[in-house]
C-alpha cells in the first residue's frame, strides 16, 4: 500500500508528493523519504545531499540549476512556514522547455515536489522564519552553478505579491534571462 499520493503536475516529469500524515493525540508522524516507494512512483534519483534554509518572508531564492555532470534531481519541501515554489524546464528539445510548475508547499499541507534533471528551481518566502528543506541527488558545485532571471517575462513566472519588495542575494541580481542561459540538450 503507497504512503504517497502522486499528482501529475503540466510538466510530467514533475510531481507533486502528498504523504500519508498519521495524527494522534501527541502530534503526528509521516514518512517524508522511502527508496522503494519512490521507485514505485517512477522517480529514479538516489539523493546524497540534504540541504535545509530558513529565511524571512519576501526573500526569493532562484532559479538555480546545474550544468552537466552536475545536474541536480531535488526533492523540496516546507518544514516550518510556506513558500511559492517554481520549477523551469531548461532542458533545449523538451515540449516543455521555458514552461515552468509552480505550487504552495507549507507546513500545513506537508506536500513535496520533485524536481527531475534539467529544471531551475526556486521559491518565494510567504511567511517569516520559513524552514525549506530538499534532497539533491548530486553534490554541490560551485563551478557548475547557473542562475536564470526569476521575473524573465519569456517565462512569465506570476510570483504572488507579498506585501513587500523581494529580497534578493547579489548573486540572484545577477541572474540571466532564459535566452541567454547555459541550457542543455534533453
Same mark, same amino acid.
Not at 171 to 180: F, G, P, S
Given at each position: *500500500?503507497?504512503?504517497? $499520493?502522486?499528482? &501529475? *503536475?503540466? #510538466?510530467? %516529469?514533475?510531481?507533486?508528493?502528498?504523504?500519508?500524515?498519521?495524527?494522534?493525540?501527541?502530534?503526528?508522524? *509521516?514518512?517524508?523519504?522511502?527508496?522503494?516507494?519512490?521507485?514505485?512512483?517512477?522517480?529514479?534519483? $538516489?539523493?546524497?545531499? !540534504?540541504?535545509?534554509?530558513?529565511?524571512? =518572508? @519576501?526573500?526569493?531564492? /532562484?532559479?538555480?540549476?546545474?550544468?552537466?555532470?552536475? *545536474?541536480?534531481? =531535488?526533492?523540496?519541501?516546507?518544514?516550518?512556514?510556506?513558500?511559492? !515554489?517554481?520549477?523551469?524546464?531548461?532542458?533545449? /528539445?523538451?515540449?516543455?522547455?521555458?514552461?515552468?510548475?509552480? $505550487?504552495?508547499?507549507?507546513?500545513?499541507?506537508?506536500?513535496?515536489?520533485?524536481?527531475?534533471? /534539467?529544471?531551475?528551481?526556486?521559491?518565494?518566502?510567504? &511567511?517569516?522564519?520559513? #524552514?525549506?528543506?530538499?534532497?539533491? !541527488?548530486?553534490?554541490?558545485?560551485?563551478?557548475? &552553478?547557473? @542562475? #536564470?532571471?526569476?521575473?524573465?517575462?519569456? #517565462? @512569465?513566472?506570476?510570483?504572488? %505579491?507579498? /506585501?513587500?519588495?523581494?529580497?534578493?542575494?547579489?548573486? !540572484?541580481?545577477?541572474?540571466?534571462?532564459?535566452? &541567454?542561459? %547555459?541550457?542543455?540538450?534533453?
Amino acid at each position: *500500500m503507497s504512503r504517497l $499520493v502522486v499528482k &501529475e *503536475m503540466s #510538466i510530467p %516529469d514533475v510531481k507533486l508528493l502528498m504523504p500519508s500524515i498519521f495524527s494522534d493525540s501527541r502530534g503526528y508522524f *509521516m514518512e517524508t523519504y522511502n527508496l522503494q516507494e519512490m521507485r514505485t512512483l517512477g522517480v529514479d534519483a $538516489v539523493f546524497c545531499q !540534504d540541504n535545509e534554509s530558513s529565511s524571512m =518572508k @519576501g526573500v526569493l531564492r /532562484g532559479l538555480h540549476y546545474q550544468m552537466p555532470p552536475y *545536474m541536480q534531481a =531535488k526533492l523540496v519541501r516546507v518544514v516550518k512556514g510556506a513558500v511559492f !515554489d517554481v520549477a523551469v524546464d531548461i532542458r533545449q /528539445g523538451s515540449p516543455t522547455f521555458g514552461k515552468f510548475v509552480a $505550487v504552495t508547499l507549507t507546513e500545513e499541507n506537508k506536500q513535496q515536489l520533485y524536481i527531475p534533471r /534539467g529544471f531551475a528551481h526556486g521559491f518565494l518566502v510567504l &511567511e517569516d522564519n520559513t #524552514i525549506f528543506s530538499y534532497k539533491c !541527488d548530486s553534490f554541490y558545485n560551485p563551478l557548475s &552553478e547557473r @542562475g #536564470i532571471c526569476f521575473n524573465d517575462p519569456a #517565462i @512569465g513566472i506570476a510570483w504572488p %505579491d507579498v /506585501g513587500i519588495p523581494f529580497i534578493l542575494s547579489d548573486k !540572484d541580481r545577477k541572474n540571466v534571462r532564459l535566452n &541567454e542561459a %547555459d541550457t542543455f540538450y534533453n
